[in-house]
């Protein structure tokens, strides 16, 4: 699991640039933080370990949910 605070990037960009289910707003706060955020949270659901990562902009924040292997610690 990551720690809380640290520092994650979203591993496969492509996959979240061509997500039909992601409005264009939280496509553009992602981009903008170079697909890289803040973990906020780790949680189970349903035995599988999930972690919720924040990312910011001056004017908004939006949080995602990702699975273990969909994130990475920055830097590696």
Do not use: H
Not at 31 to 40: D, I, K, L, P, R
Not at 44 to 60: C, I, K, R, S
């Amino acid at each position: 699991m990551f720690r809380i605070d640290e520092k994650v990037a979203i591993v496969d960009v492509n996959k979240v640039k061509g997500d039909p289910f992601l409005e264009d707003n939280a496509k553009n706060i992602l981009e903008a933080n170079n697909y890289e955020g803040y973990v906020t949270k780790n949680f189970d659901q349903d035995g599988e370990p999930l972690t919720a990562v924040t990312f910011y902009t001056n004017e908004n924040r939006l949080t995602q949910v990702f699975k273990q292997d969909e994130i990475k610690k920055v830097g590696e």
